[in-house]
């Protein structure tokens, strides 16, 4: 089935649950086509929708409600204290039992074993901090503004920045080369712009997507540029992957093997590609912002605007509340491959809308 009209029924799908229709009566009958489990599009290699088992079964492959994402620890958050400014970003320290956060003024929020190197707090910026990344050794990291401003902090290099050109748009997120001894900084156009030991493989400049991160290969010879809408552009080495549907993508990780990703959207929907684990979506009270992985490649972490932390599927209580399920009270999900049979029950629906 072509993208489009993947989109289309996504599209049509959340109208209904967005009116409450299936609450009112608009459900879908044949179990094969509709199964008890998530409402998360997953792709196999070839970008093509997996077989996912037989009906009736719970054959996502996800943990259910309050059980963690893979091996991501919660080492604690920023959730319901004040903040001066909303977190824009995170990085996992070398072990995977700590990580950062980073505000739009620089400030930083150090759990779990994350040591704190310093901060941009207390500096009047040019422009607003918009990502960070941390070095191998986890001494130290980088942050990144929008007008491709560096700021250095512990053992992290200053390799050069785009803080002193004028860009056509500014820059979404930084990722640091596997040696550390360079970045790579990404535009909101897919433009890349590269430093120290960071090469140069080609930007998506032109493709009409909406950048949200750039994820490094295995080798550092290649990267990935993730867009809003789900697309992901190879470069370099980077192993060409499937797109996902997302429509609000606001993170990305790709995994260790370089045969896969997770893509965060802000309501903390996880869409996971190829070899990536795949988990659930999050309570999220806030939008999400930025995603880690842990560095097994087993897990990840996501955090939101209001510093809240998540590494626990959700129930159902944050932003998917409005979710309908099952007679087992599990969220229905659809596969956007096959071809959704419904009828509908005029009971309870809001009068003139069914004729």
């Given amino acids: 089935m072509g993208g489009l009209a993947q989109r289309g029924i996504a599209a049509a799908i959340a109208a209904v649950l967005g009116a409450g229709l299936l609450a009112a009566g608009v459900l879908p009958v044949a179990a ?8 998360v599009h997953h792709l196999d290699d070839h970008g093509t929708a997996a077989d996912d088992g037989d009906a009736g079964e719970d054959v996502t492959g996800q943990a259910a409600a309050g059980e963690p994402f893979g091996d991501a620890v919660d080492a604690g958050s920023m959730r319901g204290r004040p903040l001066a400014q909303p977190v824009v970003g995170m990085a996992s320290t070398r072990t995977g039992r700590g990580y ?17 190197h310093g901060s941009t707090g207390a500096i009047r910026l040019n422009q607003p901090i918009v990502g960070m990344s941390a070095t191998p050794s986890g001494g130290g990291y980088w942050f990144v503004a929008a007008d491709g401003g560096v700021f250095t ?8 920045s785009t803080g002193n050109l004028r860009l056509a748009k500014p820059i979404v997120s930084m990722t640091a080369t596997p040696s550390g001894r360079g970045y790579w900084l990404v535009a909101s156009d897919g433009g890349v712009f590269a430093f120290g030991d960071a090469g140069f493989h080609g930007s998506a400049v032109g493709t ?29 080495d980077a192993r060409p992957l499937p797109p996902t549907m997302a429509q609000r993508g606001t993170a990305f990780a790709a995994t260790p093997s370089g045969s896969g990703y997770w893509l965060a959207t802000t ?14 979506p999050a309570d999220a009270s806030a939008p999400v912002v930025g995603m880690a992985r ?26 998917y509340g409005f979710l309908a399920t ?8 659809f596969d956007t491959c096959r071809p959704v049979r419904y009828v509908i029950n005029p009971a309870g629906a809001p009068a003139g809308l069914i004729t």
Avoid at 105 to 110: K, Q, R
Avoid at 270 to 277: E, K, N, P, S
């Fill in 32 to 39: 094969d086509e509709v199964l008890p489990g998530a409402l």
């Fill in 100 to 116: 950062w956060l980073v505000a739009r003024d620089g400030g930083i929020f150090s759990f779990g074993d994350a040591v704190f």
């Fill in 153 to 160: 902090f512990g053992d992290a290099v200053f390799r050069g």
């Fill in 208 to 236: 009409g997507i909406r950048a949200v991160g750039l994820q490094v290969s295995p080798t550092g010879r290649g990267y990935w540029i993730a867009g809003a809408d789900g697309r992901v552009f190879a470069y370099g």
């Fill in 267 to 280: 309501d903390g929907v996880v869409q996971a590609v190829g070899d990536a684990g795949r988990f659930g």
């Fill in 294 to 319: 842990t560095p097994s490649g087993k897990g990840y972490w996501l955090v939101a605007a209001d510093g809240a932390v998540m590494t626990r599927v959700g129930d159902g209580g944050g932003a």
């Fill in 326 to 333: 099952d007679r087992n009270g599990r969220p229905m999900r």
